[in-house]
């Protein structure tokens, strides 16, 4: 059976808080490819943007079926499916 080490150090807040972000936006890039021309989800900005609409709006098309979002934690993220099925109705 092997054994795995565990190694304990100090280290202040602020470098563990920028540790946990790091390893945060590492995983998140896997589901989303934030730097990628083809992204599969957008952020509510870049949506509205996209839709020419502001964000209320946004707000309002996800309450009636509209144009549904995901969530990811408590960020909100639409589809580029979703996002392209309304720019070419």
Do not use: C
Not at 14 to 41: A, D, M, N, T, W
Not at 64 to 82: C, F, P, Q, W
Request: proline fraction near 2%; aromatic fraction near 8%; charged fraction near 30%.
């Amino acid at each position: 059976m092997q054994h795995s080490a565990i190694q304990l150090m100090q280290i202040d807040i602020e470098s563990f808080g920028q540790f946990i972000q790091k390893l945060v936006r590492e995983e998140l890039e896997k589901i989303i490819p934030v730097h990628s021309e083809e992204k599969e989800f957008y952020t509510r900005e870049e949506t509205a943007k996209l839709l020419d609409v502001s964000l209320t709006t946004l707000f309002h098309w996800n309450n009636d079926g509209t144009l549904k979002n995901t969530k990811i934690g408590k960020r909100v993220y639409y589809s580029k499916n979703e996002v392209s099925a309304r720019l070419n109705p």
